[in-house]
């Protein structure tokens, strides 16, 4: 069986990561979304490790092991992917393969487009390139959605901290559940006077891929640092679009692939599939891109062998 060792890297950006790693080769960095850390990509590090990858989880800014500054601006998107990009260096290679999911696949997509010298392939999971806005994006949501709208009630501090590290075992089992492609579909919009828990249902049972011994592994890494650094990257959204101007309709270069459920919420939302037709003109280099059906937002848990998979085709063909 396959062995994934941590330990602690400083990053070129001056902050220490907690990284899980294994293997041995060409350098590929695995980066999670909210509310996950570097076991989201247990299954995927060995699957890479096997075929011949240096596979690396980091715990990104804020999360778990990792945790981060108090200041909420720390949390920028230039922040994170120079977390990410300095990690490569440090990590002894000269250039990655850059995959996240979620929130991952955001700061993926940026490092690859602020430093294709750096980034030599790069996969986004769940959650396709959005070009930069006309306007700032807290604005555009609550103009479409309402101040229910869970990244717009995020921009609250210290309600969501508090209401997800309550009980971190609950806040994992109906999080896990009412976004994955088992559940009914879920909109995450909150009513008044109510919290983003209460429209996430209890499952009667897990699906096949969870565990209860999965979901206290992700209560325990966050027990001491809890989820205000996590929620802090939602509330540098406006933040992040004022600091990206210079980078408004610049083409992201590196081969590029995308891979997501067909029963995800960020895939069945408004707009979605247009942005992923529109990423053949903003990632000229992207393959075709993955749907796995029946397979909601937790993607490379939901589908472990299927995207193990389709990494595995992808780096093959760099």
Excluded at 70 to 77: E, I, P, R
Aim: aromatic content about 10%; hydrophobic content about 45%.
């Amino acid at each position: 069986m396959t062995e994934i060792t941590h330990r602690v890297v400083r990053s070129a950006s001056g902050l220490d990561l907690h990284v899980a790693e294994a293997g041995e080769g060409p350098l590929v960095l695995l980066l999670h979304g909210f509310p996950e850390c570097w076991y989201s990509w247990r299954h995927q590090l060995a699957a890479l490790a096997d075929a011949g990858y240096h596979a690396v989880a980091p715990d990104q800014r804020g999360y778990a092991r990792t945790g981060g500054p108090a200041d909420v601006a720390a949390y920028s998107l230039l922040h994170l992917a120079g977390d990410a990009l300095g990690l490569i260096g440090a990590l002894g290679a000269e250039t990655a393969v850059v995959a996240g999911h979620d929130w991952g696949a955001p700061v993926a997509w940026a490092a690859a487009q602020y430093r294709p010298d750096l980034v030599r392939g790069v996969v986004g999971l769940s959650v396709p390139h959005y070009p930069r806005p006309s306007r700032p994006p807290v604005e555009s949501l609550r103009a479409l959605a309402g101040d229910g709208f869970y990244m717009v009630r995020f921009q609250e501090p210290g309600v969501p901290d508090a209401e997800f590290a309550k009980d971190r075992e609950a806040t994992f089992r109906r999080v896990l559940w009412a976004l994955s492609g088992d559940a009914e579909p879920f909109v995450p919009i909150i009513p008044e006077g109510k919290g983003f828990l209460d429209v996430c249902p209890e499952p009667e049972t897990l699906p096949s891929w969870l565990t209860e011994d999965d979901i206290r592994v992700f209560a325990d890494e966050y027990a001491e640092t809890g989820f205000t650094g996590p929620l802090n990257w939602y509330r540098n959204l406006d933040r992040n679009w004022e600091l990206t101007a210079a980078w408004q309709d610049a083409p992201i270069t590196p081969p590029a692939l995308f891979v997501a459920g067909e029963r995800d919420m960020v895939v069945t939302a408004p707009g979605a599939l247009q942005a992923i037709e529109r990423m053949r003109r903003d990632v000229p280099a992207l393959r075709e891109p993955v749907l796995l059906p029946g397979c909601g937002h937790w993607t490379q848990q939901e589908r472990p062998a299927e995207v193990s998979a389709a990494l595995i085709d992808f780096l093959g063909s760099l």
